[in-house]
């Protein structure tokens, strides 16, 4: 990445300025709409209108699992990472040596999967807003994603970006919204009285909204804005639960637009389920808006998967370590760019393996959490810090919840 505008450690007090309050606050904030723009991807948009089209109302009970699934997941990580001031891979080499590569290599891995069908869902939306190719859409998104990337103070601009979109997603879904007859009572009735469950649609929401790469985009964010230590903590918790409510909300609203074209007998295309909804909502004027909507998720999940992901790449634990290595970041970032772009254009096919990679992330979720909790325990980690139990209670009914629910679903498979 480019010359970054904010360096060193952010620690803020009581008695400090308020600017150095409002830094904090728009670094946690910063951090807050990376992880939830990143889960709110092509991806995001595939499974929420597939699983609709084939659960109706009772897809409310998994999104009610994923919303609590999410709160435990972030409040642990991002609280973890931040306290120990060390991202993930270097944390989970320290509990156990080589632990670390192997989380590098799941994490990047999934978002090096994840981003082939981003760069896709942008270029898709390109064609449907102006008609050009899906390919040459994507090489003209991964060129925008690379000169945010390389550009001074290339952080700030990525963090405007990002929020500029979200706004952008919100306005389309609300207005999809407004002119749709929503079933409220069935939806709600069967988020907490479900009459068929899925743990496949659990594994694979939870996998696509906190899996992978997404668990630690909050964090890692965090940690390059300078935010460590555990007076931080308030501002962890502000941007966790900021960005689990954005990601939350949004998906609720897609949700109930695809539950109104359901209940009423239309079903919604399998190659392009999301784009169903919006041209059944408002015709060609949807179908026009669902393009914008899929461009702005494919290049917000671009920025935050790649961000991410090329994050895990990072050991160092010295200023030196970090010099050296912020000297062939920018190259690492236009090569897994790049790389993405290359398998869609010569590939193809997103949609499907955003539905798959999804359930990877699924998989991964337990493991990256186990270790993360085990890391809370260890003194020469996270100091003096007393990571609540509540935390680390629910942290491991997740874990335990997802192994369960991942396994069920692999068997299922076969």
Known sequence: MADKEETGTVKVSADQPQTMKHSARSIAMGAAFLMAMAAVGPGFLTQTATFTGQMGANFGFAILVCIIVDIIVQMNIWRIIVVSGKRAQVIANEVLPGLGYLLSFLVALGGLFFNIGNIGGAGLGLNVLFGISPENGAVIAAAVAIGIFVVKNALTVMDRTVQLLAIVKIGILIYIISVMAVPYQSAIQ??????????????????????????????????????????????????????????????????????????????????????????????????????????????????????????????????????????????????????????????????????VVGTLNGFILPIALAILLLASTKEKIIGDYHHPRLLIYTGWLVVIFMAYASINTLIGLF
Not at 285 to 313: D, E, N
């Open 190 to 355: 069967h988020t907490f009285v479900p009459t068929q469950l899925s743990f496949y649609a659990i594994v694979t929401i939870v996998g696509g909204t906190v899996g992978g790469y997404i668990s630690f985009a909050g964090g890692h964010r965090l940690l390059e804005g300078g935010l460590k230590g555990k007076e931080n903590i308030k501002y962890v918790n502000e941007g966790a639960l900021t960005g689990i409510g954005i990601a939350s909300a949004i998906r609720v609203m897609l949700f109930l637009a695809g539950l109104s074209v359901v209940v009423l007998g239309d079903k919604l295309d399998p190659t392009n389920p999301a784009a169903s909804i919006f041209r059944y909502a408002a015709g060609n004027f949807g179908y026009r808006f669902f393009g914008l909507l899929l461009l702005a998720a494919g290049m917000t999940s671009t920025l935050g998967s790649t961000f991410t992901s090329t994050s895990f790449l990072d050991y160092a634990v010295s200023s030196k370590g970090q010099s050296k290595y912020n000297q062939y970041r920018k190259w690492i970032i236009i090569g897994f760019i790049v790389v993405s772009t290359a398998i869609f254009y010569f590939i193809g096919s997103p949609a499907q393996v955003l539905v």
